[in-house]
């Protein structure tokens, strides 16, 4: 099973240049979320999306968007990308149900913003 | 708001040394507990979980119980390997929409 899936792995970008991570999980979960990683800051919630069609902001939304296209795929814009946004990025999936409630991540998005 | 505070790394051991890593938690209800570990290069794995006070999740020889008493839920492992060595992180579930909330991550480094 692929799980959740990322791309792109790696990616360097010029400060003010746009760009997406693409997410997909193929098992069915109605939760999706993204998150950013930094030294020492642990995990932190950019945006989440509950079921397809929504979408609502976490603990650092500001300067992201998110689409939730469908239930399987979940991607997070940056529009003019600044160095503070250099992180590691993490999709995630939920099944957000009475059978299970567990967090599912993918292998993360290396970012650098020069 | 809902807060996890775990041990300061990094942490470095030796191999079959017992490990402690100290986790304790803010949470109002009674959320489910998990530590989450991740290799280098790689993403978060689920560990182990509790969903419940004084329930025990265990994996790969690693054991947390969920002590509401204390609001703890301390990782231990009796005898750690070199392939042991990664970051871990203790996490609750907070709020309606099932996401995580991470303590800030311990690095583990298990000489041989």
């Known amino acids: 099973n692929a799980g959740v899936t990322q791309t792109p792995k790696f990616q360097v970008l010029k400060t003010g240049q746009s760009m997406t991570l693409q997410c997909a999980q193929d098992m069915n979960h109605n939760s999706m979320y993204w998150y950013r990683q930094d030294p020492g800051m642990g995990l932190r919630l950019i945006y989440y999306s509950a079921s397809e069609g929504t979408t609502d902001k976490g603990e650092v939304p500001n300067g992201y968007n998110v689409s939730r296209l469908n239930k399987r795929e979940f991607s997070l814009r940056l529009e003019s990308a600044a160095p503070s946004q250099t992180s590691v990025y993490f999709c995630?999936?939920?099944?957000?149900?009475?059978?299970?409630?567990?967090?599912?991540f993918g292998e993360g998005s290396w970012l650098t913003v020069v | 708001g809902d807060s996890v505070t775990q041990m300061e790394g990094p942490v470095t051991l030796s191999e079959e040394a017992f490990l402690t890593i100290n986790c304790t938690y803010t949470?109002?209800?009674?959320?489910?507990l998990f530590w989450y570990v991740q290799y280098p290069g790689e993403g978060l794995q689920l560990l182990l979980k509790a969903t419940k006070a004084d329930d025990k999740g265990s994996n790969k020889g690693f054991e947390a119980t969920y002590r509401k008493e204390t609001t703890s839920f301390h990782l231990e492992k009796g005898s750690v390997q070199v392939s042991d060595s990664a970051v871990y992180f203790c996490?609750?579930?907070?709020?309606?929409?099932?996401?995580?909330?991470f303590g800030k991550g311990t690095k583990l480094s298990v000489k041989p």
């Open positions: 995630a999936s939920n099944p957000k149900t009475s059978a299970g409630n567990t967090i599912y």
């Open positions: 949470a109002t209800g009674y959320p489910s």
């Open positions: 996490a609750l579930s907070g709020g309606s929409q099932g996401n995580l909330i």
